[in-house]
Structure formats: structure tokens, C-alpha cells
Nanobody
Framework: EVQLAESGGGSVQAGGSLRLACAASGFTFDEPDMFWYRQAPGNECEFVASINSADSTEYKWSLKGRFTISRDNAKNTLYLQMNTLKPEDSAVYYC?????????????????????WGQGTQVTVSS
């Protein structure tokens, strides 16, 4: 059974940093593409970053330079380092592992057709 568990969220002032972690189990961790998505109240689910088996990364263009996705295959853990946080970064952050042959982009957070998802971790950035 695939399980993903996010941690590391919390409240921080603008300009601060947080590192999210996603502990994974139930699959061969270094094989599939892995993702971070986020969703703020009243907003659509939003792609944040992805990393593939070759450690090639992609980012939402407006986050590139502030956010860094990485994976530790020895620990079966996905990370998201978030620096210079802004109030608009406040959201629930989800990690996801894409199923083979699934669409490239999730249509919503917790999209089962896209892949498996964690329960999310809340990030709140105050001004």
C-alpha cells in the first residue's frame, strides 16, 4: 500500500523559511515522478514542483529560485525547501507520486487518477 506523509508545515513570518518533508512507503521510491502541489482556500490546486528519477526538476515559474525540491532515496523522503516565504505561499501543501501512464498534471489535489497523495501539511505565512 502506497503511503505518503507530509510534515514540516507551520506558521512563519514573511521572509522566513520552511522545509517540508514527505515520508514515502509502499513503492520503489527512486523510480516514479514525485510532486508537490498546494491549495489555498478558495483557490484551485496548484502545481509547485516535480522531480523525476534522474533528479531532473521542474517548478511553477513564479516559485523558481525560492523553492527547491529534492529527494533522499536512502530515506525514502521527498523534500521541499521554501525560502523567502510570502503570505501568498500560505496553503495546504501535498506531496504526490504519479502513477505510471497517468496524466502529466493533476486536475485537483488528491486526484486519484493522477496518483497517490499525502494528507497535506498547512503552511501559513504572516506579513
Amino acid at each position: 500500500e502506497v503511503q505518503l506523509a507530509e510534515s514540516g508545515g507551520g506558521s512563519v513570518q514573511a521572509g522566513g523559511s520552511l522545509r517540508l518533508a514527505c515520508a514515502a512507503s509502499g513503492f520503489t521510491f527512486d523510480e516514479p515522478d514525485m510532486f508537490w502541489y498546494r491549495q489555498a482556500p478558495g483557490n484551485e490546486c496548484e502545481f509547485v514542483a516535480s522531480i523525476n528519477s534522474a533528479d531532473s526538476t521542474e517548478y511553477k515559474w513564479s516559485l523558481k529560485g525560492r523553492f527547491t525540491i529534492s529527494r533522499d532515496n536512502a530515506k525514502n523522503t521527498l523534500y521541499l525547501q521554501m525560502n523567502t516565504l510570502k503570505p501568498e505561499d500560505s496553503a495546504v501543501y501535498y506531496c504526490a507520486v504519479r502513477k505510471q501512464w497517468a496524466p502529466r498534471i493533476a486536475t485537483m489535489c488528491s486526484d486519484a487518477d493522477f496518483g497517490y497523495w499525502g494528507q497535506g501539511t498547512q503552511v501559513t505565512v504572516s506579513s
